[in-house]
């Protein structure tokens, strides 16, 4: 089992559509933990970084990181990307990039409950909206719209109301889905990015380079003009991890790792084998940000 770690590049808030932590916990953990840096990463927005900015003058002491999580559309299939060093506040081009992605959650939500409309189950827009009203603060919602629900709220939904039977049933259900949008394009979204003055670290890697593909890996590099890899992650083996990293160092790649947190877990927090140098060769890139 990994120690901890002295950085969490990889967490999401109630801003993102489903996770449930509130930010101020996340500035909390990092205090108790002695963190020499955090990220918050939500699914498709800087919508909690004004959170953040609240917090960072509570929790001066606390560095942070600015991010974003970001899942791409591509050639090579559909990719999340933590992007980090983006501003704080949107600016620019990023104004209109996560309006685009606030467009496609409540896009894809309304094609999930046109789909379960057309197949016979009552589950129109409004009913989707009961069920994020059920966790999701007003507030998130008032931002964000009418968004698709998370995974596990939704499969216990539709069990509940007797559109499936088990999880099992849930998978079989949504395979008769269509017209549901794909993400926005790989080739829309880097350049903003970049632009912005961001880094572009494929998430969680393990089934996106098939293990140890490195040939998938030279690919994906190219194709989505990386600058680094998360080496290190909760949900893959401990065991790869020197592999990505030793890619990393061979491709002058920068080296990340965190937890993809959703739910507060003080023990698992920043529960990862990243190393204290792969933090030093971000912070050549990555500007930290205190409150004070």
């Known amino acids: 089992m990994a120690e901890y770690a002295s950085f969490e590049l990889h967490l999401h808030s109630q801003w993102s559509y489903d996770a449930l932590t509130p930010v101020e916990e996340y500035f909390k953990f990092a205090r108790e933990r002695k963190l020499r840096a955090f990220a918050l990463t ?54 209109d990039l996560f309006k685009t992605y606030r467009a496609w959650q409540v896009a894809c939500g309304t094609a999930i409950s046109a789909n379960l409309v057309r197949l016979g189950y009552d589950f129109d827009d409004a009913e989707r909206m009961k069920v994020l009203q059920s966790y999701r603060p007003q507030r ?9 629900v998370r995974h596990g709220t939704m499969v216990e939904t539709c069990i509940q109301r007797g559109f499936c039977k ?15 949008p794909h993400y926005p394009e790989y080739d829309y979204v880097i350049p903003i990015v970049k632009r912005a ?22 690919a994906l590099c190219d194709l989505f003009q990386l600058d680094g890899i998360e080496c290190s992650q909760s949900c893959f083996p401990e065991e790869i991890t020197p592999f990505y990293r030793e890619y990393c160092v061979k491709h002058k790649l920068l080296s990340s790792g965190g937890t993809d947190m959703h739910t507060p877990n003080y023990e698992k927090f920043a529960r990862h084998c990243g190393e204290d140098k792969w933090l030093d060769e971000l912070l050549e890139r990555v500007e930290l940000h205190h409150g004070a």
């Open 166 to 180: 088990d999880k099992e049933g849930y998978k079989e259900l949504t395979k008769q889905y269509v017209d549901v």
């Open 197 to 218: 003055g961001g880094i572009v670290i494929i998430a969680h890697p393990y089934h996106y380079f098939h293990i140890n593909d490195v040939n998938r890996m030279d």
């Open 140 to 148: 998130i919602i008032d931002k964000q719209g009418n968004t698709h």
């Open 42 to 95: 939500d699914h498709h927005t800087m919508d909690g970084y004004g959170d953040m900015l609240e917090c960072a003058k509570k929790y001066p002491d606390v560095p942070f990181v600015a991010g974003a999580e970001l899942t791409v559309h591509s050639p090579m299939g559909t990719f999340d990307l933590v992007c980090l060093n983006l501003p704080c506040q949107e600016t620019g081009e990023l104004v």
